[in-house]
Nanobody, 115 residues
Framework: QVQLVESGGGLVQPGGSLRLSCAASGIIFSINVMGWYRQAPGKERELVAVISSGGRTNYGDSVKGRFTISRDGGQNTVYLQMNSLKPEDTAVYYC?????????WGQGTQVTVSS
């Protein structure tokens, strides 16, 4: 089993920054992909950013150039630095890990961008 614990969400003004963290524990294999997805009210869950255990990254088009994903492999922790936040970034952000054909999700953390 794998557990994912997210932190760092909250309320921020447009143009501001937030940093999300997600710590994975349990049975973690050396080859995996960790990342962030988000879901706004009335919308489907969408990719924000993912990073492989080898360091390869992929970003959703709407966050390219504003968000940066990184990971501390030794601690199985993934971070999402979010800059230049916009109201349309408001959503519940979910951490996910994919390994050996299994996927695990975190509980989600709310990010609200509003003045």
């Amino acid at each position: 089993q794998v557990q994912l614990v997210e932190s760092g969400g909250g309320l921020v003004q447009p143009g501001g920054s937030l940093r999300l963290s997600c710590a994975a524990s349990g049975i973690i294999f050396s080859i995996n992909v960790m990342g962030w997805y988000r879901q706004a009210p009335g919308k489907e869950r969408e990719l924000v950013a993912v990073i492989s255990s080898g360091g390869r990254t992929n970003y959703g088009d709407s966050v390219k150039g504003r968000f940066t994903i990184s990971r501390d492999g030794g601690q199985n922790t993934v971070y999402l630095q979010m800059n230049s936040l916009k109201p349309e970034d408001t959503a519940v952000y979910y951490c996910k890990i994919d390994q050996r054909m299994y996927a695990y999700w975190g509980q989600g953390t709310q990010v609200t961008v509003s003045s």
